[in-house]
């Protein structure tokens, strides 16, 4: 039930409840709909009569086809009333009384689901049938199914249909196709294993995200090797299927069919009236007719398109081979006679036709259009169709090599980037090539072949002459520097290539280098501002000539560094960032790194489950897809993090569970999440073995990071860890880079613990309002100078920092909430939240009444979500808080209560 599990749980409430409920389920052929009321009936209980009818074509024909089909084989059905129901003397109220007395004899008092299969179809007794049932009182959810596209007015089903549509209770669930990363998940669900990204894009596009389509084509497929898939024969049976479209049209009509598969996915009124030779009257009328067959769809003004890629892939297949080459031929030379702006389709159809030099021009034309206009991967398939014919291109590899890493297809990025620099000719190409090497091993997290990269560019700038090629060598090795957290030789190699770009005016690698210079600087406290600095100026002027990556880039090290003043600041940037990462079709920065800004923009806005909510989402896009290196599973440590806070602990053991089946975890990443569970857990030798296995990583690790610091040395000291070992890791954790206000937060924690209240209650002041600590964190320092003041009898001044410390912690939860619970206790105060509360519905904040009104209507959490716009795990929050509010047991006693005012 991937990319379905919304309609399930919508279906199964209906069917759930004692109400007599009506859906109609609407998509077209293969999208799911037969199966997503399989999947419904097998949840039902024992008790739940079932009726299931399906018509056929041609069952206009036969009344009452669908109540034949579903009580065929039913020994308890009353014969005379079969009999009456077939008596074509009988009236037609007569019939369908008898029709209804069917059914009630089957049902009863029971709860019952009755079924309508294929409403198009259906006979017009059939039809008026159903709309009698859904009048009908009791336990029951009658569900109707058909195809959007064959439903015409002259059916019994468009009466029906629209009737319908005027029942505000009757649920319409539309089944659209699988997303790309639906797709990948279902994929990844059939075969076992993540699907990898390429293949799950090349095979979504070549099924439109259909689920019958993608079955079929896997079927056909002993062993499930996805990549020979891509470009695996239709089955038989499939291509049948989907040639049954077309096997009665008129001659003329498959003439132009025909020359429409040819033309390829955007089929262009004029050029398919020229390659066919058919008058613009005759060609409209044909097309009408294609369009409600629901064979083509019209895409755009003038502009045609197969409703499902296969059907023009089954019938280019009966073709003969030199009757597709005189169609591409045709169009060949029509594009270029008319000036074709389009790049791709004058390459698609050069190659078709055999005119080799045509295609490899347009390739080159349309791969630098693409990258410029942010298509990463169409600038990909069209610089590996110019590779086809002319493999050591060193100009087609720069555009492959370039757009594969921009798109998120390392493999395919690092093999035309080293081929791209092992067949450089002229210096700037080496240059290049070298420098998108070291990001791609750093995305790849091979550090070694950065090392060994540097030392080659090291070299080559010894072998060349200042200027550009220099310049940007130079760029290359403070990159990869800065990537390798050597921020000293960043500095150094960033400060000569900008001296170099100053020195021969080269605005392109002063801004690369800037980048690099700007992005090292926000890695040291005290260096932070200038280097925010850099970059904020840096993206002005990387946007105004067009250099969205390093507009992307910048913009993302200012959204991850100290972050701005003010939550809406965040959130511009954000954005900002995003769109720059679209523009330059840089998928991860646009895509993954975006939820990871959303996350942190709600931890600075404390709110824990919007920030856990923006993960899970992020999350959940990526299900399904093989990737490696940094972003195999780029969310899994931030949500293991976010989970500890939440003090959701099994959630944790599952995503540390998925990190250890991966290859390429930074050699920290497990180590401090089984420490950190184990002493969330109270699991004392578990913490001790994680934490050996800890230190020992961390000495191989060049920075630090005072928030961990924190977090880790906070678990240890709920749990207990002994001092020494205590004192061992805090010495491990802090070097001289870890922010002030980490390192005095810190220290102020080990004073405390050390029962040297005074200087930890200095500590805790001094950063009591430190911008770089999240609100949720200071509310954990002022937890801490309450204790520390209630240690010296200084109770008002306690309970002060309480309150404030409670404002910082509302919208938080888990260990810090109850840090600040316990303190609250021993001043005799009621836990956050509660003290003096008004209680009732007065108790509801705005956004709870709105929830409890949508309660109220018989809302799931699942559909409050899908309202609102949240994640189920929000609603059920939002529920479980007005059930304490109300004072209440049950949703049906909140619906009471709100229904009362």
Known sequence: MIGRESELRRLARLASSRDPAVAIIAGEPGIGKTRLVHELLATLTDETVVLVGQAEPGSLSRPYEVLLDAVEGRGEVDEDLLTDLADPRRSPVERLHAGLAVVADLIGDAPAVIVFEDLHWADSESAALFERLADQRGPRLLIGTYRPEDVTRR????????????????????????????????????????????????????????????????????????????????????????????????????????????????????????????????????????VTRGVLVESGDDEFAFRHALVREAIADQMLGRQRRRLHETA??????????????????????????????AARRGAALYLSIGSAYQALQLAETGLDELPDDTELLGYAARAAWLAGL??????????????????????????????????????????????????????????????????????????????????????????????????????????????????????????????SALVDEAEQAGEWVLAARALNALVQDEP????????????????????????????????????????????????????????????????????????????????????????????????????????????????????????????????????????????????????????????????????RLVTVLLDADVWDA??????????????????????????????????????????????????????AEAAAHLETAAELLDGWDGWRVAQLDRVRAGLGLAPAGTEGAVTGP???????????????????????AQRLYISPRTAAVHVSNILRKLGVGSRTEVGELVGRR
């Open 842 to 864: 007065a108790a509801l904040t705005p956004r709870e009444r709105e929830v409890a009104v949508l309660i109220s209507d018989g809302l799931t959490n699942a559909e409050l």
């Open 564 to 727: 701005p003043t003010s939550p809406a600041e965040h959130a511009a940037i954000l954005e900002r960032m995003r769109a720059a990462a679209e523009r330059a079709g840089f998928e991860s920065l646009a895509v993954a790194t975006y939820f990871q800004g959303r996350a942190r923009l709600a931890v600075r806005a404390s709110d824990l489950r919007a920030a856990i909510e923006a993960l899970e989402e992020g999350r959940e896009r990526d299900r399904g897809f093989q990737r490696r290196g940094r972003w195999a599973d780029y969310h899994g440590v931030f949500l293991a993090g976010l989970y500890l806070e939440a003090g959701e602990l099994d959630l944790v053991e599952r995503v540390i569970a998925d990190l250890a089946t991966l290859p390429s975890n930074v050699p920290t990443t497990i180590p401090g999440l089984v420490f950190h569970l184990a002493c969330r857990r109270g699991d004392l030798p578990r913490a001790e073995a994680a934490m050996d296995e800890l230190l020992t990583a961390l000495s191989g690790q060049t920075w630090r990071s005072g928030e961990q610091a924190h977090d880790l040395v906070s678990a240890a000291l709920e749990l207990g860890l002994p001092q020494p070992r205590l004192d």
């Open 155 to 290: 059916q019994p089903v468009a009466g029906l249909l629209a009737r319908m549509e005027r029942r505000h209770a009757v649920c319409h669930v539309r089944l659209d196709r699988l997303t790309l990363s639906q797709t990948a998940a279902w994929l990844a669900a059939e075969t076992g294993a993540p699907a990898p990204l390429r293949a799950a894009t090349a095979l979504h596009h070549r099924t439109g995200g259909n689920p019958f389509f993608l079955e079929e084509l896997l079927r056909a497929l002993p062993g499930h090797d996805l990549e020979s898939l891509v470009e695996q024969p239709l089955p038989w049976s499939l291509a049948e299927v989907l040639r049954r479209q077309v096997d009665d049209l008129e001659p003329v009509s498959h003439k132009i069919v025909e020359a429409a598969t040819v033309l390829g996915h955007r089929i262009l009124f004029d050029l398919l009236a020229e390659v066919t030779g058919t008058g613009e009257d005759d060609l409209i009328a044909v097309l009408r007719d294609l």
């Open 332 to 361: 060949l030379d029509a594009l270029l006679r008319a000036g074709s702006s389009d790049p791709a389709m004058v390459a698609h159809h050069a190659r078709g036709a055999g005119r080799y030099d045509d295609m490899i021009d």
């Open 410 to 535: 390392l493999d395919d990025a690092l093999r035309h980037g080293r081929r791209w620099r092992d067949l450089a000719e002229t210096s700037t190409d080496r240059a290049e090539s070298l420098y998108l090497l070291v990001r791609i091993a750093w995305e790849s997290r091979e550090t070694a072949e950065m090392r060994a990269l540097t030392h080659d560019i090291e070299t080559l700038i010894a072998q060349l002459p200042p200027g550009a090629d220099q310049a940007r060598a130079m760029t290359a090795i403070a990159q990869s520097a800065y990537l390798r957290d050597d921020l000293d030789a960043a500095l150094r190699w960033s400060e000569h290539a900008l001296d170099l770009a100053g020195e021969f005016d080269l605005p392109t690698v002063r801004l690369a280098a800037l980048m690099e210079k700007g992005a090292t600087l926000t890695e040291r406290s005290h260096t932070a501002v200038h280097g925010r600095k850099i970059l």
């Open 742 to 795: 980490y390192r005095t937060l810190v220290d102020a924690q080990m004073a405390e613990t050390g029962g040297r209240h005074a200087e930890a209650l200095d500590g805790y002041l001094s950063v009591a309002d430190a911008h770089v600590l999240a609100p949720a964190i200071r509310g954990t320092v002022r937890v801490g100078a309450a204790r520390c003041l209630l240690a010296a009898d200084r109770r």
